[in-house]
């Protein structure tokens, strides 16, 4: 019966704290998957990094000179509204290459399946920057592969800032009659965030494995992971790729939390068994989600996960005390009942409980008593600690269990005091 009437106060609770963080939960069973997942997938920009990367180098690759580069560059982030493809202006800008601000020609946009972008010139001349695998597969597509030595070079620059956790951008031109080139590589570099191998390390102690989705190459994700403290992560990830991963992780009998606001986030949103959407993000991803975050803001997924641990913590422990109250109370009152009629059960009637109807009475009351005491644990939780299952196990055990114990026997023998005032008992 404590428990019972515990549960929904509980419930309530939980998604009152997530109403209170500017996240609407659609459902009851989103709250409490939170507090089991053991998979928490974040995408790398805006959570792990700023997401405020920009351009600090062209490099040349092959004969293509450096104005060249620079131009191609600049004219294919004409129509880029990120700040990755405004910072590219401006570092043109700042090397002395102007192509104003309207695109002279049809704009390719950039898409998760092609990793590129870029623009179609009057005259047959196209020009693309991108994923250095998704440029050289466009070049293959064209017939205008580079030559072994521009590419062993091209490959030397991409590792290279790679490794140093930036992410490069390869630019490359077909003209009209087919011929085409690697002109060279654009530098952009981000930054991650202060705190977050901390968190991700208190995420390892629960159990949790964090995982990174980036759409930069392997190099450069291997880098980013390693330094913001991320147990593994996705490189090049497409839609259909986190769409498997997530899959595959659930097929391994592992609860899965992922955040997302595009059109192409909402399979793996729905697939997700807690699919946060982004209160900016289409309808489609927010229609998929079971939570939606108002703030738009990827990084409180973590938070997120420890409401969720914390109402999981709060109905343990509650369970826990339940259990040792009900197997207390019976120990505590079952002497005093039937003493009258085995009069050795008196020995085992520590407490001296007056009569059979005082000891009923008594445990009633304690028992209004305890449901209505708990209900402001209830709603408050039980503090939150990150630690793995068996340490909060030990702790809930330790605590409500012994206090469960002990509770209602010096609840029920101050009642019993009281009830020996009344006349009859």
Do not use: C
């Not at 991409?158 to 654009?186: C, K, N, W």
């Not at 990174?212 to 790729?241: C, H, W």
């Not at 299952?389 to 012994?402: Q, W």
């Amino acid at each position: 019966t404590t428990i019972g009437a515990l549960l929904s106060a509980i419930g309530i609770a939980g998604m009152d704290r997530l109403v209170q963080r500017n996240v609407l939960a659609i459902s009851g069973r989103a709250v409490e998957a939170a507090g089991d997942v053991t998979t928490l997938l974040l995408d790398k920009t805006g959570t792990i990094t700023y997401g405020n990367r920009r351009a600090t180098d062209f490099v040349r690759v092959g004969d293509a000179g450096m104005q060249e580069l620079v131009e191609a560059a600049a004219l294919s982030s004409l129509a880029d509204p990120t700040p990755e493809g405004s910072s590219v202006l401006e570092l043109a800008r700042e090397r002395g290459v102007d192509v104003g601000t309207a695109p002279r020609g049809e704009v390719v946009p950039f898409t998760a399946q092609s990793r590129m972008s870029g623009l179609d010139l009057p005259g047959g001349v196209r020009l693309r920057k991108g994923a250095g695998s998704a440029i050289l597969a466009w070049l293959e597509s064209e017939g205008a592969l580079p030559s072994a030595t521009d590419r062993a070079t091209l490959e030397e620059h991409v590792e290279r800032m790679s490794s140093s956790g930036g992410t490069p951008l390869v630019v490359a031109r077909v003209a009209g009659t087919g011929d085409g080139a690697v002109l060279g590589v654009i530098h952009l570099k981000d930054v991650v965030k202060e705190g977050l191998s901390a968190r991700f390390a208190e995420l390892r102690a629960m159990g949790i494995r964090t995982v990174m989705v980036t759409g930069d190459n392997p190099l450069t994700a291997a880098a980013i992971a390693k330094e913001a403290g991320v147990d593994d992560f996705l490189a090049e990830a497409t839609p259909e790729q986190k769409l498997e991963y997530i899959r595959a992780e659930q097929e391994g009998g592992r609860l899965v939390a992922m955040t997302g606001d595009g059109t192409n986030d909402a399979p793996a949103l729905a697939q997700a068994d807690v699919g946060v959407a982004m209160n900016t993000g289409t309808s489609a991803a927010k229609e998929a989600g079971n939570m939606v975050d108002l703030d738009s803001d990827p990084t409180k997924l973590i938070d997120i996960v420890a409401i969720g641990k914390q109402l999981l913590i709060t109905r343990g422990a509650l369970t826990t005390f339940s259990i040792a109250n009900d197997i207390a109370k019976y120990f505590a009152i079952i002497p005093a009942i039937f003493m009258g009629v085995f009069p050795g059960l008196s020995a085992l009637n520590v407490m001296g409980l007056s009569s059979p109807a005082s000891a009923v009475l008594s445990a009633v009351i304690f028992n209004a008593i305890v449901i209505i005491a708990l209900v402001p644990l209830a709603l408050r939780g039980v503090a939150y600690r990150p630690m793995i299952a068996s340490k909060i196990l030990g702790r809930n055990l330790a605590v409500y269990g012994i206090g469960g114990i002990v509770t209602p026997f010096v609840g029920i023998w101050l009642i019993d005091l009281l009830i020996r005032l009344i006349p009859g008992f």
